[in-house]
């Protein structure tokens, strides 16, 4: 790990920390309303975050698939990102499963029946949980919809997974005309470049701005939800942890390195997932510490890390079969072992649905309630410790997307990177 993410890595978990004691100090001395004045900075942090994301995607992807050289290379990638997504994510689902089964956090609760409702919705957000389809149409919805019908239109509303599509097929196509696609593939170079390098300006803010999101949400929420929802949020955070360390014994393998390698190079990241609760903000993060902390070869990175950014969300999956079970509980509904499943199916759906921002599983999972006839207003009893979890379950997702690289990297044969640089993890220059 270089000297100067190590440095950041530090100061990122400090401030982390003192934001957190910072807002329960406002929280428990009553004034919690102050944070809001210092707000606007954890907001614009975010903001610059965001701002990157577009053109990263299109230029990392679009070189990732240049440099793979072959389709062929291209499809052998595809398919062991893809394949490692829905391993993964089925085995969190079923950790949630498992662990929502045994805690049973739903059963027996009193008193928070009442609050079930849409009241503390927002508008936006009630009628995208009213808008429940089935399970067919959902499908069908997530693959029309990833196709653009206007590229630039995609990246001005920031729709990802179509700009991921069109980088994809852009790049192929330079692919078979090297000659005439070289403008554009020098463009894409230096588009790349200058965002990466943009990236690292906008991280030496990121201990600033972390400070102010924690200090602002403790402010905010204090413990007060926390209690009388703990045991629903210990099954979650449970599952997670578990789910955490089956991907950290993966990591490990594969990189024949100790976890606590891997945690300290990745802590950059994670604590800003952790922080922002959205995966799509901490990308350009991601990208930098795993190609310059871990030495995963850049485009298995450029081409893993986006995808599984947008598509690869385990945290959120086994958030969603937790919470599921656990209204269904509290509602005194008993489901069956085909009720399950479908609530396995269906999470996992829905996390790949679910876009990589705050609170995007709350909306999404509205799904899975659908699919076995659970009241949707059941998302009701379960908001107000959403944001909570949501930092909890969107490191995790980004955890799962950083292991999902190594072990794609690790699996990928040196031959399939016909045009790309060496690889460090083969030069042995990893540190
Ligand atoms: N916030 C999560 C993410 O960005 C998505 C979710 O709400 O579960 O990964």
């Known amino acids: 790990m270089q000297e100067a993410s190590k440095k950041e890595a530090k100061l990122i978990g400090i401030a982390m920390i003192a934001g957190l004691i910072a807002g329960l100090a406002l929280y428990f001395s009553g004034h919690g309303e102050l944070a809001a004045y210092i707000k606007p900075i954890g907001t614009v942090f975010i903001r610059l975050l965001k701002m990157v994301i577009v053109p990263l995607v299109l230029s990392s992807i679009f070189m990732a698939m240049y440099h793979l050289g072959?389709?062929?290379?291209?499809?052998?990638?595809g398919r062991?990102?893809?394949?490692?997504?829905?391993?993964?994510?089925?085995?969190?689902?079923?950790?949630?499963?498992?662990?929502?089964?045994?805690i049973n956090p739903g059963v027996g609760v009193e008193g928070i029946q009442d609050t079930a409702g849409l009241h503390g919705l927002s508008e936006a957000m009630h009628q995208k949980v009213t808008q429940s389809k089935g399970l067919y149409q959902t499908i069908l919805d997530v693959i029309i919809n990833a196709i653009p019908t206007n590229p630039f239109e995609a990246m001005a509303t920031s729709t990802v997974l179509q700009v991921i599509v069109f980088a994809i097929m852009f790049g192929i196509v330079a692919l078979?005309?090297?000659?005439?696609?070289?403008?554009?593939?020098?463009?894409?170079?230096?588009?790349?470049?200058?965002?990466?390098?943009?990236?690292?300006?906008?991280?030496?803010?990121?201990?600033?701005?972390?400070?102010?999101?924690?200090?602002?949400?403790?402010?905010?929420?204090?413990?007060?939800?926390?209690?009388?929802?703990?045991k629903y949020m210990a099954t979650?955070?449970?599952?997670?942890?578990?789910?955490?360390?089956?991907?950290?014994?993966?990591?490990?393998?594969?990189?024949?390195?100790?976890?606590?390698?891997i945690l300290k190079n990745l802590s950059s990241p994670l604590l800003t997932a952790f922080s922002t609760s959205s995966s799509a903000a901490t990308l350009p993060i991601t990208m930098t510490c795993v190609e310059e902390n871990l030495g995963v070869r850049k485009d298995t990175a450029k081409f893993v890390l986006p995808l599984g950014a947008t598509i690869n969300m385990d945290g959120t999956a086994l958030y969603e079969s937790v919470a599921a079970i656990f209204i269904a509980q509290v509602y005194g509904i008993e489901l069956g072992i085909g009720q399950q499943i479908v609530i396995f199916m269906t999470a996992s759906?829905?996390?790949?649905?679910?876009?990589?921002?705050?609170?995007?599983?709350?909306?999404?999972m509205s799904i899975v309630l659908g699919a076995v006839g659970l009241p949707?207003?059941?998302?009701?009893?379960?908001?107000?410790?959403?944001?909570?979890?949501?930092?909890?379950?969107?490191?995790?997702?980004?955890?799962?997307?950083?292991?999902?690289t190594i072990v794609v990297d690790s699996m990928m044969d040196n031959k399939e990177f016909s045009n790309s640089e060496d690889n460090p993890l083969i030069e042995g220059t990893a540190n």
Request: charged fraction near 10%.
């Open 70 to 77: 072959t389709p062929e290379s291209l499809g052998s990638m």
């Open 236 to 261: 979650v955070i449970i599952g997670l942890l578990l789910h955490a360390c089956v991907l950290m014994f993966i990591a490990s393998w594969r990189m024949k390195k100790s976890p606590l390698f």
């Open 349 to 364: 759906l829905a996390a790949i649905g679910a876009a990589a921002i705050p609170g995007a599983g709350l909306i999404t």
């Open 176 to 230: 078979y005309m090297p000659k005439k696609a070289q403008p554009v593939v020098s463009f894409m170079e230096s588009l790349e470049a200058m965002t990466l390098r943009l990236t690292h300006v906008i991280m030496k803010f990121a201990p600033l701005g972390i400070f102010v999101l924690m200090m602002d949400i403790m402010a905010r929420t204090g413990f007060s939800a926390i209690v009388s929802l703990s």
């Open 376 to 404: 949707i207003e059941g998302i009701g009893l379960i908001l107000a410790v959403d944001r909570i979890l949501d930092m909890f379950r969107t490191t995790v997702n980004v955890f799962g997307d950083c292991v999902g």
């Open 80 to 102: 062991k990102a893809v394949g490692y997504y829905f391993l993964t994510t089925a085995m969190a689902v079923f950790f949630g499963l498992i662990m929502v089964n045994l």
